[in-house]
């Protein structure tokens, strides 16, 4: 027994030896370089550089495991990282272990690539540690390449105006030409159902941050940020991380990493910059307004074009580093701040009182708190197409501007108990599954009072958007009493994506179905010239029914 255990280790030494001569990146000293690092800050990691990284990092430790995030039009699989100290079993174990998930997106805008370099060197510098920081309270899933076929298309040509990486970048859209950024609600994209599917609904992260490059408005500071902000959202998760959250990350930011930070936004008068700052609108379709909307923490971190490439990229570490590090010390607050907006929603749609509303139209209010921008003076061109052409002259100033992103409703309906629908295409009812929604049928039929949507006028916009011409519409809404048969679509809002689904079926959301052109079918005038009535009926008081769940 003594001889053996001895000629085991001898057979150990020998073999760590043998190992350790073979000159292969996995049994070097050194650790993985990103390209970026490795290429002094020219150049970009191409999926395939990404993809062997990732396998670099597998090598050498076990805190790692690649799930599918989905496949690409071009058909690349686009890896999602799920990192834990252990790896959890399944997205259940989660549940009972006391871990919350927090999940980073890098590369959706495929020219904005310091997200992709920013979020593997943290990844590498989280599980290369003997004793990795956070793991003990979260669970970290990276996609670094969320736009893989983008990515694939480098070239100096895209994105000339950004300073860096000089070998050039990917493109903004994805394999079908669509941008990424505007599919939340519509879900055209393997991407974005990937997102939804093999992300949200899996591992149910309690934040999302996406990584992106803004090439706006010129000022010194290198990161740029803001918050999910559709007030038809959980409003206390947008109070917690304006007033809280946020300020108390850019504070460690600046304090510890010495990066300076701004709220995301741009001029809104760039001949007049003293009318003050503000960000892109608070649509759902960008997906930080969209996890909004599922009573979800989102950052939207907008780097700054005008800085250098390296600049860029440990700006975005640090700043990931910093929500990371925020996290971590506020895991429970963080988490019982979501599972109260998810009990308020699911009450709220259990009986919905004259209090509860849902916003259809909105106005940009100044935060209470004004925003200071280390910009420079400015020589603004205008031009034909309304935009004007802006140069920084090279004198600096700084700006201390109202910043417009409180955005709250200037007109509301009622917020419903349920929607029917009693004709939905097969289209329709996946739509709603995909996103997540719990979705009912009526096993007999039944007659109900509820308010139908009389549409006096429906304009498909004249240029494409997304391959859609987008609808606006007008009408009112009239309480009648209408039989439903068998089979009519029961969608209840007692559940916690109710936000979700008002913003889906509600006649009048601006960022809705009907929007999207998945309703024109049941809506273009053909032989008939009365008025069309929206097939989405508003059910607004509790009724018992006979229903089935649909899968
Ligand atoms: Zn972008």
């Not at 298309?153 to 990486?165: D, E, F, L, Y």
């Not at 960000?279 to 700054?304: D, M």
């Not at 309906?413 to 009693?422: G, V, W």
């Amino acid at each position: 027994m003594k001889y053996e255990r001895k000629h085991f280790s001898l057979y150990l030494s020998l073999t760590l030896l043998l190992f350790s001569s073979i000159p292969s990146l996995s049994s070097t000293k050194q650790q993985p370089l990103t390209v970026a690092e490795a290429s002094n800050f020219t150049a970009t990691s191409r999926y395939a550089d990404v993809t062997n990284f990732i396998k670099e990092l597998q090598h050498r430790s076990s805190f790692i495991r690649v799930e599918t995030l989905c496949v690409s039009p071009e058909g690349r699989t686009v890896p999602l990282l799920v990192i834990g100290q252990p790896v959890p079993s399944s997205p259940l174990a989660l549940h009972h272990d006391g871990r919350a998930a927090v999940y980073i997106q890098a590369n959706i805008h495929a020219g904005e690539v310091e997200g992709k370099e920013a979020s593997l060197m943290l990844a590498r510098d989280i599980v290369l540690k003997e004793h990795p920081s956070f793991l003990d309270r979260l669970v970290i899933l990276i996609a670094p390449i969320f736009n893989a076929d983008g990515n694939e298309k480098i070239s100096p040509a895209n994105r000339r105006n950004q300073v860096g990486p000089e070998k050039g970048v990917g493109v903004r859209y994805n394999g079908q030409n669509l941008d990424l950024n505007r599919d939340s609600m519509k879900l055209e994209s393997p991407e974005l159902q990937g997102l939804v599917r093999n992300v949200l609904m899996r591992w149910d992260p309690v934040l999302l941050v996406d990584c992106h490059t803004t090439n706006g408005s010129y000022h010194e500071e290198p990161v740029t940020y803001v918050w999910g902000f559709n007030p038809n959202g959980d409003t206390s998760i947008i109070k917690y991380m304006r007033e809280k959250m946020m300020p108390s990350i850019n504070k460690n930011l600046v304090e510890k990493y010495k990066v300076l930070s701004i709220p995301y936004g741009n001029f809104m008068d760039f001949g007049n910059p003293e009318k003050g700052w503000r960000p892109s609108g608070p649509q759902p379709r960008y997906i930080t307004n969209y996890i909004g909307l599922r009573n979800r923490l989102a950052i939207l971190n907008e780097n700054y074009a005008y800085a250098d490439y390296k600049t860029r990229v440990f700006g975005c570490y640090y700043f990931l580093l910093s929500i990371l590090e925020y996290c971590y010390d506020h895991k429970d607050g963080i988490v019982q701040l979501i599972r109260n907006a998810d009990r308020k929603t699911i009450q709220r749609g259990l009986n919905p009182t004259e209090n509860d509303t849902f916003a259809v139209e909105f106005e940009a209010k100044p935060l209470a708190d004004k925003v200071t921008i280390r910009g420079w003076e400015m020589e603004v061109i205008p031009r034909e197409s309304g935009w004007p052409l802006v140069k920084k002259k090279d004198k600096k100033r700084t700006y201390i501007l109202p910043y417009f992103s409180d955005f709250v409703p200037k007109r509301s309906i009622l917020f419903p108990y349920a929607y029917l629908i009693p004709t939905a295409s097969a289209e329709i009812t996946e739509k709603l599954l995909q996103h997540g929604l719990s979705v009912e049928k009526l096993r007999e039929p039944v007659s109900l009072e509820v308010e139908s949507f009389r549409i006096k006028e429906i304009k498909g916009a004249s240029r494409l958007f997304q391959g859609h011409r987008l609808n606006s519409v007008k009408g009112e809404y009239i309480l009648e009493r209408k039989a439903f048969p068998k089979g009519t679509l029961f969608i209840a809002t007692a559940q916690p994506l109710a936000s979700l689904a008002a913003y889906l079926l509600e006649p009048e959301s601006d960022d809705g179905l009907l929007v999207w052109n998945f309703f024109d079918r049941y809506l273009v005038h053909q032989w008939r010239q009365e008025p069309q009535i929206y097939p989405v009926y508003r059910l607004l008081k509790a009724v018992n029914l006979v229903k089935e769940s649909v899968k």
